[in-house]
């Protein structure tokens, strides 16, 4: 545990009246999860204290959760904490005026390439943000108060970025904070009918995917999904962008990657792997991310077929010089 981190942060959350939330653009259930649990546990622990989750994006499949706060002004902004949760980058925070605050608070789970914070909490063993949260509330557990919303928001942010527990990443103190999450009264059930339930017409799409995906000569499994299919199934960009998850246990293929045009010119690139990394070729795309989970973007068919050739190559190499992939 980084207790001196911890302490850190604790510490500059007291000294202001004002704090603003944010999180990255194109938000997932760790990035909603993290940064409402961290705002309900703060203002139940500093009723006095004006406390917002405001961000410029968000995603309909996590509508769910509610809407988040209403864009204060300026000065609100230039006397307020920032603290910006499961965000890598500056460049990735969902409101570029978080700048514009007093001090800027980081806490994020990802490998540390931008310490844009003036504290920066950065702690790539862990499986989520909302684990550094729920990590967080344990630490200072004397000092924090914490409810079954909290515990939801939070719990919902470990079992979406853990693949529901399962990543390597997950470990007894996962379990543990998730179990005293559950301890607060959580509606799990209602929780995954949330996350799990589908459209009938995501499930044609699931059946396209399956029938339309590619696997490279070494195991590179890929799906290109056009603007125009995008419309043919009434998708939206995030609904097109689970075309991910359907291939992620094919024997033999230890990559696989979703291909979504963003409407833009640009196509946003979802690689995912096991046991072989894959960041490192998303930062070659203008991305990053996980090892094993990151994003990228290129800008044309021939980019992506590029990118293909090259996790084509990656993935040949990996299985030649390693054994017990399966
Ligand atoms: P996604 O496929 O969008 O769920 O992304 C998987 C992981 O990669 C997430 O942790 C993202 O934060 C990260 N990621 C996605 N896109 C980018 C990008 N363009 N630059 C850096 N990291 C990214």
């Given at each position: ?32 999860g ?62 570029p ?94 929780l ?38 995008q ?25 696989w990657?979703?291909?979504?045009e963003n ?28 090892a ?35």
């Open positions: 545990m980084q207790k001196e981190k911890i302490t850190e942060v604790l510490n500059t959350i007291k000294e202001y009246d004002r704090i603003i939330i944010f999180r990255h653009f194109r938000p997932d259930g760790d990035a909603v993290s940064t409402k649990g961290l705002a309900r546990i703060l203002k139940l622990s500093f009723p006095n204290k004006d406390i917002r989750v405001v961000n410029n994006d968000y995603s309909e499949y996590l509508a769910f959760t509610g809407g988040e706060d209403s864009v204060p002004d300026e000065e609100f902004y230039k006397s307020a904490l920032a603290i910006v949760v499961d965000t890598a980058t500056a460049s990735r925070v969902s409101d005026l978080y700048k514009t605050c007093d001090k800027v608070i980081k806490i994020d789970h990802h490998i540390p390439v931008d310490s844009y914070g003036d504290v920066n909490w950065e702690d790539a063993t862990k499986s989520s943000a909302s684990e550094m949260i729920a990590e967080f509330y344990y630490a200072c557990q004397d000092e924090l108060k914490i409810d079954s919303e909290a515990a939801e928001y939070i719990y919902l942010g470990m079992v979406t970025d853990s693949g529901r527990f399962r990543y390597e990443s997950v470990n007894g103190d996962t379990m543990r904070y998730a179990g005293m999450l559950l301890d607060q009264g959580i509606n799990t059930e209602l995954y009918a949330n996350l799990y339930m589908k459209d009938f017409g995501l499930y044609r799409f699931e059946a396209y995917v399956y029938s339309h995906m590619k696997i490279t000569e070494s195991g590179v499994a890929y799906i290109y999904i056009d603007e125009k299919l419309k043919k199934f009434g998708l939206s960009t995030e609904d097109a962008s689970t075309a991910v998850s359907y291939m992620d246990a094919i024997k033999g293929s230890l990559i990657m979703a291909f979504i409407g833009d010119g640009t196509t946003r690139v979802r690689l995912r792997s096991r046991f072989v990394t894959v960041n490192k070729l998303a930062e070659k795309y203008s991305g990053g991310g996980h094993c989970a990151a994003g990228a973007t290129v800008h044309s068919k021939a980019e992506a077929r590029k990118l293909i050739k090259e996790a084509d190559a990656h993935l040949k190499e990996y299985k030649e010089t390693h054994e017990g992939w399966l």
